[in-house]
């Protein structure tokens, strides 16, 4: 199992102002996979993610009791979060790990040219043989379908939103990491371009042999790129598996609603059924289950007593009492 | 701020006076600004006008007479000595704030009035109105006030200048334009919106709507704008009495500056040390003024700035 | 496709032509305004030069004639004209390059000014820079480190003062206390006495030093609000998400500080350079007299102080001439330093 782990987050708690939002999240990303992460506004996803890339606002701490161990520097396991920030720039940032940040729409510098964010990322990482710079970009945007010659001297202003997308996905993929997180890649985009975006993240995943690790509230993009699924709710884990498992045998209550708010295809007689309830206040946290709440199925147990993440199969795991042996109706 | 309808005014001005004091207890800082303001000019300009201040006494000539050392004599109003006409500085002093004050904030008036009128008009009357308004308000923008309320005050007759309404006027011949170029912009985006057509549809005078809808958004500039104006017009006033050019005597704090300053330049500071009190305490009141005044107006843009306000209202939820 | 792409070219050339030439003959209409605005009060109001220099000729003894030749030559207009009459009369001996005599030193006015103009443009000019210099480096450090509470409160106490002395008080304190009491400073005069004015090192060394403490003055005014302002915008350009990518990216501090907030900071920075050299321009009138250096400052100063009319206009309209000048300037080169400005016309 462990020839297989890239990455081993354990007891990952991240503080914003002393109030805690992710909470006691650990899971495994494995070699080659498309892991999705999948959850509601709020609940906590890219603060994980912006916890693995170390880029955390000042008000975020992470527990010392975190860690995240990373396999994948040869023979070497580092934990990442215990590299000092200068360690870690020189090790794993953007060679190891890189991100495609939600907003790619704003994530570049209006008033550098798409040429300079290439060399001064390439830059910042040792690289300075402008030639090999300009071999590697080029290689890269034709990878993402660009004309460089348009692309490399204009201004971000000048670009479209599909144009921007592949940019910054080009932009990650530069010193080869091995682990690329996507947040929201496709939200801000059209329908097309959406479609557009999925099957050049598909190829890349083939031809550069990457990771992804795909952070998103649209199911449909899970179905379609993800092979294994964690749900978080509130800043926790309540949900993991395959995606086939997640979608035709969902356990947690969440997940099932989450997948009934969704109309199907040729489902024409039903009206969506929203999920009731208020989003989360991580200063006034319900007691007992976080979801209890909102949930159709909670019992006297669920508001009393946090149920925590067990094993049902290899690889399957569910936060929720119908589980534990002490749900009543 | 939080007007509900009550149904007695008095419950409502109460209300008024304790969200202020909550408000000031939270941020000492600006409660400094209101309170120098207060004690340090008002009361004393109140006291002064209402006669419980002497007169200033005549001059005294000789040369022991020209800043005389602070004395306890006829306390408190030689404990900052004599000014260099033999009388006393401090009663000097205070006989300067009515003036100053009035000058100030009349000039204050006259910007915000004449702005919300100009701004205003051209963006509800439009048309050649309009047109014209727009080249008086780009004109009235390239020209620094000071500049002008120099040329005028250097042409104008003696007479005409003793006048404190028409010095205000000087001092804000062209201040008014900023506002009156937000007034007319927010009249003309609240135009394009229909608000107006609608209202009038429904019945309202124009007037209501416009001072309504207009004016909510309009607040913050306004009073923004009615400090920073006076600020600059009591910077102007006092760099143009320093040239001289205001009919004005002891009283005006920039006379006794001048004075304080030539005897300081012809004697030295080691032997025309003494002038030292009154070269400093009305350069003290000049800035003193703009201070509080500065103040003040950082505590009324964070009343009127939603990020601000929002944060510090909740600050006042948190105390409760 | 590249032909419809030219094409779009130089339909855009076109409309950005018009589009300066649309902005040059509005400051035109602006100037001439402001200028014809003023003229025509002093005119109408009771203390118009012209009445008052012919009635002053008049009692001197002159014959009507010869007064109002006289009120003609150091004005160039008569008393009983029409208001719009002067002002036409007055724009026509302009574009000929006569402002009128000076009433005090009887030379042309235009002689006068175009000797002591440079001195006034050096001075706004150099201390300007240096307000930008020091507020822009002092409010990106102040946006950089502000969770340091003691840094920023004491310059926050520090701004607030400045903010409340006009430049002339500060002028009047600091000249007698540092020029004359302590003669740290030399106390007046561009030059001293024995330096020849020419191109050599010594005459720009003393100019320089003997502008030193103006300077400093002008200074001290002009950069708190720089700072300020770059401070603000500095901030919020921190919480952009560029910056966060690029952080991500692993991009150094130094080059975020350079290229990402200064360059994206500086935008809105650009505009406000025409509006304060128009307030320093106007603030040495005070402070070019009190230090007794050559400028259209204190000449204006001078003029006011004799009640030298065609003077004070001369000095009035070149100072507006200027500003109105900045203010075109700023907005037809904005294009070339905002990407976003040029670009979007285009698209």
């Known amino acids: 199992m462990t020839n297989n782990v890239l990455l081993d987050i354990k007891k990952l708690r991240v503080d914003f102002l002393g109030v805690p939002t992710v909470r006691d999240v650990d899971f495994k990303i494995f070699k080659k996979e498309t892991l999705g992460i999948i959850g509601e506004s709020g609940s906590g996803k890219t603060t994980i993610a912006r916890a693995i890339m170390r880029i955390l606002s000042e008000d975020g701490t992470i527990s010392p009791d975190s860690s995240a161990i990373y396999y994948g520097l040869g023979d070497r396991e580092v934990d990442m979060f215990k590299l000092s920030l200068t360690e870690y720039s020189r090790l794993i940032r953007w060679k190891e790990t890189s991100m495609v940040f939600q907003s790619a729409l704003s994530s570049l510098n209006p008033t550098l040219r798409v040429k300079d964010h290439f060399v001064e990322t390439a830059k910042a990482h040792g690289l300075s043989n402008p030639s090999k710079i300009m071999e590697r970009t080029w290689e890269l945007l034709e990878a993402v379908k660009l004309d460089p010659d348009r692309v490399l001297r204009m201004f971000t202003v000048e670009l479209s939103g599909g144009m921007k997308q592949r940019i910054v996905i080009a932009l990650s993929l530069l010193l080869n990491p091995k682990i690329v997180i996507l947040d929201e890649p496709t939200t801000a985009l059209d329908v097309l371009t959406q479609r557009a975006i999925l099957d050049l993240l598909k190829k890349l995943h083939e031809t550069f042999k990457l990771t992804y690790v795909l952070i998103t509230h649209d199911i449909a993009l899970i179905a379609d790129l993800a092979n294994r699924v964690i749900v978080i709710y509130a800043g926790k884990i309540i949900e993991e598996g395959s995606v086939e498992d997640i979608f035709y045998n969902p356990l947690h209550p969440y997940t099932k609603l989450l997948l009934e708010a969704v109309p199907k295809l040729g489902e024409f007689d039903r009206l969506p059924k929203p999920i009731p309830g208020v989003s989360i206040d991580y200063m006034n946290l319900p007691s007992g289950c976080s979801f209890h709440p909102r949930c159709p199925y909670a019992s006297n147990i669920c508001m009393v007593k946090e149920p925590s993440l067990i094993n049902i199969e290899k690889n399957r795991r569910v936060a929720c009492h119908i589980y534990t042996g002490l749900w009543k109706k | 701020m939080s007007p509900t309808r009550t149904s007695s005014m008095y419950d409502a001005i109460r209300r008024l006076f304790l969200f202020f004091f909550k408000i000031f207890w939270r941020r000492k800082k600006a409660f400094t600004g209101f309170i120098i303001l207060l004690v340090v000019y008002v009361i004393p300009a109140i006291l002064a006008i209402a006669g419980l201040v002497p007169k200033l006494p005549p001059a005294k000539a000789g040369w022991e007479n020209m800043y005389a050392p602070p004395s306890l004599n006829d306390f408190p109003w030689y404990i900052f000595g004599t000014d260099f006409t033999g009388r006393p500085l401090l009663l000097c002093l205070i006989w300067g704030i009515p003036s100053a004050l009035a000058i100030a904030f009349l000039a204050g008036l006259f910007t915000i009035g004449i702005g919300l009128i100009i701004g205003l008009s051209a963006g509800y009357i439009g048309g050649l109105w309009d047109s014209i308004a727009g080249i008086i308000m780009d004109v009235a923008l390239c020209i620094p006030s000071i500049f002008l309320a120099l040329i005028f005050a250097a042409v104008l007759p003696t007479d005409l200048k003793r006048n404190p309404f028409i010095i205000a006027a000087i001092l804000s011949i062209t201040a008014w334009a900023w506002l009156a170029r937000s007034a007319r912009a927010q009249v003309l985006s609240l135009k394009k919106k229909d608000v107006i057509l609608v209202a009038k549809a429904m019945g309202f005078r124009t007037w209501k709507i416009i001072f309504d809808d207009v004016m909510r958004y309009l607040m913050p500039f306004i009073f923004m704008s009615l400090i920073m104006s006076t600020v600059s017009a009591i910077s102007g006033y006092f760099g143009i009495a320093f040239l001289g050019l205001f009919p004005v005597d002891v009283t005006n704090w920039s006379i006794q500056l001048s004075q304080a300053m030539s005897y300081l330049g012809a004697l030295g500071l080691i032997r025309g040390g003494k002038a030292q009190l009154g070269f400093w305490l009305p350069t003290i009141m000049m800035i003193l003024i703009q201070v509080a005044l500065v103040n003040i107006s950082e505590i009324v843009e964070e009343l009127f700035n939603p990020v601000l306000r929002v944060r510090l209202l909740g600050e006042i939820e948190k105390k409760k | ?347």
């Not at chain 3, 128009?278 to 050559?294: D, M, N, Y």
């Open chain 3, 1 to 347: 496709m590249t032909r419809k792409y030219y094409l779009l070219r130089k339909i855009y050339r076109w409309s950005l032509l018009k589009w300066y030439v649309n902005r040059v003959i509005y400051s035109v209409v602006a100037w001439f305004f402001a200028i014809a605005f003023t003229f025509a009060l002093i005119r109408l109001s009771p203390g118009d030069p012209a009445t008052i220099l012919f009635s002053s000729f008049r009692a001197q003894g002159y014959s009507i004639e010869d007064a109002k030749r006289m009120v003609q030559m150091y004005i160039g207009v008569l008393p009983e004209e029409p208001v719009w009459y002067s002002i036409l009369k007055f724009y026509v001996n302009m574009f000929r390059g006569d402002l009128g005599v000076s009433i005090n030193w009887r030379i042309p006015v235009t002689k006068l000014i175009g000797m002591m103009l440079p001195w006034s443009i050096f001075y706004a000019a150099w201390s300007l820079a240096w307000a930008i210099i020091i507020g822009v480096i002092l409010g990106l450090l102040m946006a950089y480190y502000r969770h340091i509470t003691i840094l920023n409160s004491t310059l926050r106490v520090v701004f607030s003062v400045l903010r409340s002395i006009p430049a002339w008080l500060l002028a009047v304190i600091l000249h007698i206390y540092l020029a004359i009491g302590y003669r740290i400073f030399p106390p007046s005069g561009a030059y001293p006495a024995g330096v020849q004015p020419g191109l050599s090192l010594s005459f720009i060394g003393a100019v320089l030093w003997h502008y030193t403490l103006p300077v400093i003055v002008l200074v001290l005014t002009a950069f708190p609000g720089w700072a300020l302002g770059m401070m603000a915008m500095a901030v919020s350009v921190l919480h952009e998400d560029y910056v966060v990518y690029a952080k991500a990216r692993g991009i150094s501090s130094k080059r975020i500080l350079t290229s990402y907030v200064a360059k994206n900071s500086i935008l809105p920075i650009y505009t406000q350079i025409a509006p304060t050299l128009a307030t320093l321009l106007v603030g040495t009138v005070w402070i070019e007299s009190r230090f007794v250096l050559p400028g259209i400052g204190s000449l204006l100063a001078t003029a006011i102080g004799v009640r030298d009319y065609s003077l004070m206009i001369g000095c009035y309209v070149v100072v507006i001439t200027a500003i109105v000048f900045g203010n075109l300037l700023t907005d037809l080169t904005y294009g070339f330093i905002d990407p976003r400005a040029r670009i979007s016309e285009e698209v």
